[in-house]
T-cell receptor
Framework: AQTVTQSQPEMSVQEAETVTLSCTYD???????LFWYKQPPSRQMILVIR??????QNATENRFSVNFQKAAKSFSLKISDSQLGDTAMYFC?????????FGKGTSLLVTP | DTAVSQTPKYLVTQMGNDKSIKCEQN?????MYWYKQDSKKFLKIMFS???????INETVPNRFSPKSPDKAHLNLHINSLELGDSAVYFC?????????????FGPGTRLLVL
């Protein structure tokens, strides 16, 4: 079974600073995807970034990048130049079986 | 041009009532899902459905039933609502058979059972 662990329930960062959210996972699959979704106060679930496990290169989407360590089963999210609009709950996600398995989330607060 | 839509966005009802939440996607996807997000923000799969197969999370009470009139819709019916059913319910969809596995979510329906 796939499991996802996010060890930081809450984090805060000042505007324009960089923050890294941690995630570890477990899977028996050899090829898989990993995702970070964000859920702002509006409640909408928004895809931030995805990584294919067979790709060595870390995914990047504008200010968002990941540090994917396959052997360590680690998948952290780095947010550069944090903005107030980045305030949200961030979920690390791995597909498993017939659906997505979500971590418990990290609540990120960006302060002025 | 909303990709995945849900109605209603808010639903307040009394214990014991029967209610439905509708979901529609215009992405041409053939697999749809219902997730439940509890008060601690934890998301858990309830159902996965495409035109061939319905997969039910065994922990979901049989008071919950998905109904799909066509590929673009997956509605959630809930009978005999209980206080513990209060949560946010998300519909999602993706293309099956592809490698991508990205799911696209609706805006959620906040259900409050009194």
């Amino acid at each position: 079974a796939q499991t996802v662990t996010q060890s930081q329930p809450e984090m805060s960062v000042q505007e324009a600073e960089t923050v890294t959210l941690s995630c570890t996972y477990d899977t028996s699959e050899s090829n898989y995807y990993l995702f970070w979704y964000k859920q702002p106060p509006s409640r909408q679930m928004i895809l931030v970034i995805r990584q294919e496990a067979y790709k060595q290169q870390n995914a990047t989407e504008n200010r968002f990048s990941v540090n994917f360590q396959k052997a360590a089963k680690s998948f952290s999210l780095k947010i550069s130049d944090s903005q107030l609009g980045d305030t949200a709950m961030y979920f690390c996600v791995i597909p498993g079986g017939y659906a997505l398995n979500f971590g418990k989330g990290t609540s990120l607060l960006v302060t002025p | 041009d909303t990709a995945v839509s849900q109605t209603p966005k808010y639903l307040v009802t009394q214990m014991g009532n029967d209610k439905s939440i509708k979901c529609e996607q215009n992405l041409g996807h053939d697999t749809m899902y219902w997730y439940k997000q509890d008060s601690k923000k934890f998301l858990k799969i309830m159902f996965s459905y495409n035109n061939k197969e319905l997969i039910i999370n065994e922990t979901v009470p049989n008071r919950f039933s998905p109904k799909s009139p066509d590929k673009a819709h997956l509605n959630l019916h809930i009978n005999s609502l209980e206080l513990g059913d209060s949560a946010v319910y998300f519909c999602a969809s993706r293309t099956s058979g592809g490698a991508e596995e990205t799911q696209y979510f609706g805006p959620g329906t906040r259900l409050l059972v009194l």
